[in-house]
Nanobody
């Protein structure tokens, strides 16, 4: 079983910064890609940023140049540094880990989500 826990959400004014952290724990063979997704009220969950095990990154166009994703493979953690936040960034942010299980199957693990609210 894999546990994914996010932290670091909160309320910030427009133009401010927040740092989200996520840690995966449990029994697995390897964590492959990790990423952050978000879901605003009344909208579908969308990709924010992903990072592969070797550090290759992918960002949604709406956050390019403002958000930075990074990871520590030794600690099974991923971080999202969010700068120049805008009210439209308000959402629940979810951490995702693409896992290879101990029986070498792929599986998705999600955190419970952390609220990010940006006031204008």
């Amino acid at each position: 079983q894999v546990h994914v826990v996010e932290s670091g959400g909160g309320l910030v004014q427009a133009g401010g910064s927040l740092r989200l952290s996520c840690a995966a724990s449990g029994s697995f063979f390897r964590i492959n890609e990790m990423g952050w997704y978000r879901q605003a009220p009344g909208k579908q969950r969308e990709l924010v940023a992903t990072i592969t095990r070797d550090g290759s990154t992918n960002y949604a166009d709406s956050v390019k140049g403002r958000f930075t994703i990074s990871r520590d493979n030794a600690k099974n953690t991923v971080t999202l540094q969010m700068n120049d936040l805008k009210p439209e960034d308000t959402a629940v942010y979810y951490c995702n880990a693409d896992i290879t299980t101990m029986v070498l199957r792929r599986s998705d693990a999600w955190g419970q989500g952390t609220q990010v609210s940006v006031s204008s």
